[in-house]
T-cell receptor
């Protein structure tokens, strides 16, 4: 299993541009999450999904959108990029079958908005 | 609102020392607690998960304990090695399974 994969690894955007960060997991996990990590800080939840077709906001959702059309994929859309969105973005997933909901993380996407 | 604090923010120790990293949280109504390791420029690796009904978990030289009533967890690393140098993150989840993270402890183990 590849686990959680994210693309791209790095990206530089100009202010006002848009982009989609891709996230795919091959563990058949129901739950998926998007976090951002600013320098020297912990991670903050942007959006999460408990299954295909179901998404909900996390702590810092402004400026982002998500969709979940399949169990495997959970893309994060940035509209009208702003310098405040410069960060490292992590996707994660967790299973419900074990009852533990342990989260597994992808390698991250480093985004710079200039 | 749940808040997670990790002390110290940074720690430097000589190789071979046993060390303790601390994590505290403000709301004891947690579902589980996870400890992660993060290497510079890399993603997060799950080290240990403690469910709310458990008191501790062990993996190799790592031992994590949980005291829900006092809102504390500790990560004990035995016989530290330079390869243990990384940032260690603590995170708690509530019944909705979302994780709330601390800011991490940056550990440097000197040869």
């Amino acid at each position: 299993n590849a686990g959680v994969t994210q693309t791209p690894k790095f990206r530089i955007l100009k202010i006002g541009q848009s982009m989609t960060l891709q996230c795919t997991q091959d563990m058949n996990h129901n739950y998926m999450y998007w976090y951002r990590q600013d320098p020297g800080m912990g991670l903050k939840l942007i959006y999460y999904s408990v299954g295909a077709g179901i998404t909900d906001k996390g702590e810092v959702p402004n400026g982002y959108n998500v969709s979940r059309s399949t169990t495997e994929d959970f893309p994060l859309r940035l509209e009208l990029a702003a310098p405040s969105q410069t960060s490292v973005y992590f996707c994660a997933s967790s299973a419900t079958s074990t009852g533990a909901y342990e989260q597994y993380f992808g390698p991250g996407t480093r985004l710079t908005v200039t | 609102k749940q808040e997670v604090t990790q002390i110290p923010a940074a720690l430097s120790v000589p190789e071979g020392e046993n060390l303790v990293l601390n994590c505290s949280f403000t709301d004891s109504a947690i579902y589980n607690l996870q400890w992660f390791r993060q290497d510079p420029g890399k993603g997060l690796t799950s080290l240990l998960l403690i469910q709310s009904s458990q008191r501790e978990q062990t993996s190799g030289r790592l031992n994590a304990s949980l005291d829900k009533s006092s809102g504390r967890s500790t990560l004990y690393i035995a016989a530290s090695q330079p390869g243990d140098s990384a940032t260690y993150l603590c995170a708690v989840s509530d019944s909705s399974y979302k994780l709330i993270f601390g800011s991490g402890t940056r550990l440097l183990v000197r040869p």
